[in-house]
């Protein structure tokens, strides 16, 4: 999960049988549940062969992943290179180049890019179970494995890890594997409305303490920004699972629900073979004008509310949490914009967007080397440029991180089948998903 301890941290850190659903921009095609792999043949075969182990893949799920991975790093950077609980806050946002960064990264990636990795989480449950309820151990098996490697990932590399926050979650999903589309849908609306309520609440707590002139003790600098300047790596595992410990709660509240709901969705589309090859369930014209026509300005409006409130010269803690739940609750409009761009570009120009499978296909891996990266780059065991670099720079080596890692996903699908880390989670739910010693 992208890290959200601190308010003013600005994170990273909706059964089978016949149906239908329509509602901004998502047209899910009327069908009878076929499983996940049920598709429309109704446009050209968009498999495409890669030089990898596997034959074909579908092209859209591996390149949304690797999307994902991009937006991810271009978020998560600032807890790397600027404040480990803030993140760029304060006088890290000040001058043309840095309000520019800020600006940026809060309207167009701040918690678009989670959701987005959260409805492929969810659409990946079918592949692991197939249809068939007889294999949910196999997702529980998953869900476990992503527990243990959260859980180091947290402690060891970075605190705003995810993975351990989708193990956590999908345990809950496992129960909803195999429910009717109704009940899913129902779930969704209602995870939905009690996360927005939640945050609500969190915002009006933090006005009302405010207004009273009591302290709100929502900002505080974490140890491990000491550790960062001039400690060991050995002294930042301590100082990283304390905050690690302190901002899960604090994350699952803030994106915790709106995650699920996105793996709600991603079962949905699985089930409707939405990312298959030639599939017409999703249409992306209608995905992208509600996503740039109304998600976009109000992702605009809630960094613009944020980064002058981070800019002026009392800034509100009620103000920034209420601009960040604002932007969390409204960005599936484009997250979902982006889905349907990237669909639309599949479809014409796949050329443009092909390269980005490679990391999408070794996502696991991927993500776990951009923590070791950035941490490598900016921590005092490695070049040290903590705090050191502009915040636009620092985003500026997250994006230059994440090409040179693409272009080395590239490197080892050309050799493997899978990424190391893409097989270890294989193995594990081979092996703690058996039962009876069957396969």
């Not at 890290?3 to 049988?17: E, Q, Y």
């Not at 993140?87 to 990636?109: D, E, I, K, Q, Y």
């Amino acid at each position: 999960m992208e890290p959200g301890p601190l308010p003013r941290s600005v994170p990273g850190t909706v059964g089978g049988g016949p149906w239908c659903r329509r509602g901004a921009g998502v047209v899910w095609a009327k069908q009878r549940y076929r499983g996940p792999h049920a598709r429309t043949n109704l446009a050209a075969d968009h498999r495409v062969t890669t030089p990898t182990r596997d034959a074909s893949r579908d092209l859209a799920p591996d390149v949304l992943r690797g999307f994902a991975l991009f937006g991810i790093a271009l978020v998560n950077v600032a807890f790397f290179a600027i404040d480990p609980g803030l993140g760029a806050t304060g006088p890290w946002v000040r001058g043309a180049g840095n309000t520019a960064a800020a600006f940026l990264v809060w309207a167009l990636a701040q918690g678009k890019f989670y959701l987005l990795f959260s409805f492929l989480f969810g659409y990946s449950s079918q592949y692991v179970v197939k249809a068939d309820p007889a294999r949910r151990h196999r997702w529980i098996a998953r869900a476990f494995g992503l527990l243990a490697l959260g859980a180091a990932h947290g402690v060891l590399l970075f605190h705003g890890d995810i993975l351990f926050a989708y193990g956590l979650l999908a345990l809950p999903f496992a129960a909803l594997l195999f429910r009717d589309a109704a009940t899913l849908r129902r779930w969704a609306w209602g995870v939905f409305v009690a996360t927005a309520a939640l945050q609500a609440l969190l915002v009006w707590a933090l006005w009302s303490a405010e207004r009273a002139g009591e302290p709100t003790a929502a900002l505080t600098t974490s140890t491990l920004d000491a550790v960062f300047r001039d400690g060991t790596y050995g002294a930042s595992i301590a100082a990283r699972l304390e905050l690690f410990a302190v901002g899960l709660p604090s994350g699952l509240v803030l994106q915790g629900g709106y995650a699920f709901v996105m793996f709600l969705l991603g079962l949905l589309a699985a089930r409707a073979g939405a990312l298959g090859a030639g599939a017409r369930v999703l249409d992306a014209r209608r995905l992208m004008a509600w996503g740039f026509g109304l998600g976009l300005p109000l992702q605009v409006a809630s960094a613009w509310v944020g980064v002058a409130n981070e800019l002026s010269a009392a800034p509100s803690d009620a103000v920034a949490v209420g601009a960040l739940a604002f932007g969390l609750t409204t960005a599936p409009l484009l997250t979902f914009g982006y889905v349907g761009a990237l669909l639309w570009l599949i479809e014409r120009r796949p050329a443009w967007v092909a390269w980005l499978r490679y990391p999408g296909r070794m996502s696991l891996t991927t993500y776990l080397l951009q923590s070791v990266v950035l941490a490598t780059v900016f921590g005092p065991w490695g070049l040290g440029l903590y705090q050191r670099l502009p915040y636009w720079g620092a985003v500026l080596v997250a994006a230059a991180t994440y090409v040179v890692l693409a272009g080395l996903a590239r490197l080892v699908l050309g050799r493997f089948r899978q990424g190391p880390f893409e097989w270890a989670m294989s193995a594990w739910t081979r092996r703690w998903g058996r039962r009876d010693g069957g396969a």
